[in-house]
T-cell receptor
Framework: DVKVTQSSRYLVKRTGEKVFLECVQD?????MFWYRQDPGLGLRLIYF???????EKGDIPEGYSVSREKKERFSLILESASTNQTSMYLC????????????FGPGTRLTVT | AQKVTQAQTEISVVEKEDVTLDCVYE???????LFWYKQPPSGELVFLIR??????QNEISGRYSWNFQKSTSSFNFTITASQVVDSAVYFC????????????FGKGTRLSVIA
């Protein structure tokens, strides 16, 4: 089974803190994705990566950065957390190519106070 | 631009009722793929089905069935004889058939099945 794991299920941080969300997949997938999920807004893509050290902006990259130093690991970084970044963050991975299904992690619910 | 609309924000049904979740999409591509995912209360999205634009045959898997109609740009999902375990948020998604592009998700439909 494909496994996508995220470092924390719940996280509470203070405004202005630097926050790292980690995601690891064990199926040698080329693609990895970060989404945020908010009520009424569905899933919105923040960043994705199709190879080590490669990244592409999604729909809402402002206030976020990413890092992919190893194929299996994709990190989302909030340089200076703000309250409007309180959300559920979902990581996913997939094979590279046309329309492969994405496999999702369990999510990290981040609260910024 | 691609877009997926799930007009039903929340649906509530009594156990054993049939329920249909609507999905309408927009794309200029002639070749594309459509998906459905389920997000149970545990939070992890689970892949249910992928259908390409050239295959308009309906699909049935147990109590689940999918109706793809290109003429109306819809890919609706029906659960027959719903059960409490079907309670979840369901997402419809669309992908281009060229290149390595992310899925475009709808906003989801929250289904509550009451015992």
């Amino acid at each position: 089974d494909v496994k996508v794991t995220q470092s924390s299920r719940y996280l509470v941080k203070r405004t202005g803190e630097k926050v790292f969300l980690e995601c690891v997949q064990d199926m040698d997938h080329e693609n990895m994705f970060w989404y945020r999920q908010d009520p009424g807004l569905g899933l919105r893509l923040i960043y994705f990566s199709y190879d080590v050290k490669m990244k592409e902006k999604g729909d809402i990259p402002e206030g976020y950065s990413v890092s992919r130093e190893k194929k299996e690991r994709f990190s989302l970084i909030l340089e200076s957390a703000s309250t409007n970044q309180t959300s559920m963050y979902l990581c996913a991975s997939s094979l590279m190519g046309v329309a492969y299904e994405q496999y999702f992690g369990p999510g990290t619910r981040l609260t910024v106070t | 631009a691609q877009k997926v609309t799930q007009a039903q924000t929340e649906i509530s049904v009594v156990e054993k009722e049939d329920v249909t979740l609507d999905c309408v999409y927009e794309t200029r591509d002639t070749t594309y793929y459509l998906f459905w995912y389920k997000q149970p209360p545990s939070g992890e999205l689970v892949f249910l089905i992928r259908r390409n634009s050239f295959d308009e045959q309906n699909e049935i898997s147990g109590r689940y069935s999918w109706n793809f109609q290109k003429s109306t740009s819809s890919f609706n999902f029906t659960i027959t004889a719903s059960q409490v375990v079907d309670s979840a948020v369901y997402f419809c998604a669309l992908s281009e058939a060229l290149g390595n592009t992310p899925l475009v998700f709808g906003k989801g439909t929250r289904l509550s099945v009451i015992a």
